[in-house]
């Protein structure tokens, strides 16, 4: 083996994870070595996307001016769809615009691209087109990668390849995903003017809105989520494929389904579609998480370990990636000896915080799992609108008898008693 | 050991190119670069050369700045070393003065036994530079190559003829063109791509080339460049029983005289 093969560290996977680690991993001094199977970073991506900010800032302050980014993040809507009727709220907060914005709308083409870019001016040898097929295994610990013929060593290899990580397979840490530990998401670019997406979503400059909706899976685990971007609006759906396969309806189906609901139509009406992409997410939090982050010599970092936050109306990720991919650079700068770096890997999460997140939220899912959480509640708050705000000459019923009545037409009382009460141990 | 140039172009990908619909123009403010299909082919052949009989393999391109971006995935591909020419008036320039160009640089940089092309550019496909560029060195130029061997001093050619081919052998150096058929261009490997970092790439000014502005002026001028738009009808079915839909459809098929 001579020099030139072996490096610090060799990064699988150029997602904000894997650039995050190799940026700060260069711009310290160490020699590093990412692989990206796709033709670019991001040509393989799909996100959202929205991306929190205080992510990149802990990077590196004020990294995140020179990035892509598309609008900054001051509107956050709530929408929940009945079959013809949508209830949104729509919350705007320009604090969130101010200092260093709160969270940016991104394109993971020309963010993945850029970030992967920033760490080779810092240093790091970045290699695209390339796929790592396996692991190179010394004693029980892992000392290099190989692609194709080529084989390669480091003193740590980071696994940053995503959310079906097969390199985290082939180490024994994570099993083969399944059905419940995953959402299929399933997304669309459409390009609009820029003055259209500001009037049509009520923002000026470069303010923009995120947008969740539910009730639109016909009560399939799920949700809909939409981006403003510059020039483009993302929208797209998270669902569980395992539900969506027994209601028999196709992921193309149900995305096409929502973008003919009218309250949705208008928004991307005269748009063109740019891009079109499906990929999976990690779904149930901590509960999905390997035991284990770590084997001697490779750390597994971003969706690979697992790292996914959903809230139903915060989707959390590329900053958890990101977060995770300097925990894994801090880890390996700190440690004498490749040994100490898993140990301190861990200790890294938790002082970035992110371990506590993670548990914070780990009841979430159960929430989300929820059934009725997608049909019968938004049915439910659209037919409660429907009462107040119909006039039709006739004696309405009393409020309070009518209330009642719409609750019973959609859920019973023991229905409603476990939901709330699934929902508060849940917290 | 004999010395191939092989000549590439860094083409805006015809894939992220978009129409716009209203009057027909191109937007290709989103439109990633990449080297030239058939020029890969041409990279390759050099290279199966280099490796079947020993050559050291030179690469040139001469475009805008962009070409900058090239040079680490042309020299992933097995080029020993490349030469580019970035200039913003590449932009402009044509077959005769892309070849004129490149012939200043291999002037300097050669001589060459062989000179590799790509039959034609992925974006404009003129298959001017390389007869123009055999021109303008005093070689003979083989057009249309499918297979081509170096065989001591010689150069032996099969062309691709519409449905016959014709084996042509020349004294080199020549310039020759070659056509997809030719190969299939391999994926650089990983080490390859570490390879490439520390391999040489060297600019050429198009100043020190000692080409006159007459020479650098384009005697063929684009005036438009427009895309095919075909428009859609854009209408939509939307009955509740699945067999109206099919009825209006047969309707609307019949209306237009396509069924
Ligand atoms: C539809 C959808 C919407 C989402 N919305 C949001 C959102 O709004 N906000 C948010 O924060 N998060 C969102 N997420 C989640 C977010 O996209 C991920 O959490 C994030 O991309 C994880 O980053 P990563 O670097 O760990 O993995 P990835 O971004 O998946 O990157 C992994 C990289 O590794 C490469 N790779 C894989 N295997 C190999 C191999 N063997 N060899 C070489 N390279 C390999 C891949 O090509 C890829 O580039 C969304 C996800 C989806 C699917």
Redesign the interface.
Known sequence: MSADEKFDAIIIGAGPAGAACAYVLAREGKSVLMVERGVTAGSKNVTGGRLYTYAMEMVEPGLYKRAPLQRKVVREQIMMLGTKSAVTVDYADFEFGEDVPQSYTVLRAPFDEWFAAEAEAKGAMVATGILVDELLEENGKIVGIKAGEDEMYADVVIAADGVNSLIGQKTGLRSDITPHLVGVGVKEIIELPDDVIAARFNLSGDEGAARLALGCTEGTSGGMFFYTNKGSVSLGIVFNPEQAAKRGKKIQEILQDLKMHPAIAPLIEGGTTAEYGAHLVPEVGLSGMPKKLYRDGLVMVGDAAGFGINTGVIIRGIDLAIVSGLAAANAVIEADGAAAVGPLYEKQLEKLSLMPSMRLFAGWHNILEMPRMFSEYPALANDAMRFMFTVDGKVPARMDKAMLQIVRRHVTFGQLLADGWRGYRAL | MSKILVCYKWVLDEQDI?VNAADASLDSSRA?YKISDYDKNAIEEAVLLQEGQGATVDAVTFGGDAVKQSLKDLLSRGPDKVFYIADPSADKADGYVTAGVIAAAARKTGPYDLIICGEGSADSYNQQVAPRLAANLGLPSITYVQSLKLEGGRVVATRKLGDCTEVVTVEGPAVVSVVPEINKPR?????Q??AA?KKPAEEIKIADLGLSPKQLTAKTVSLTVKGFVMNRKNILFKEPAQADNVAKLVAALAKEGVC
């Open positions: 978009r990633k994926i650089p490997s990983l080490k791509v570490l970092a």
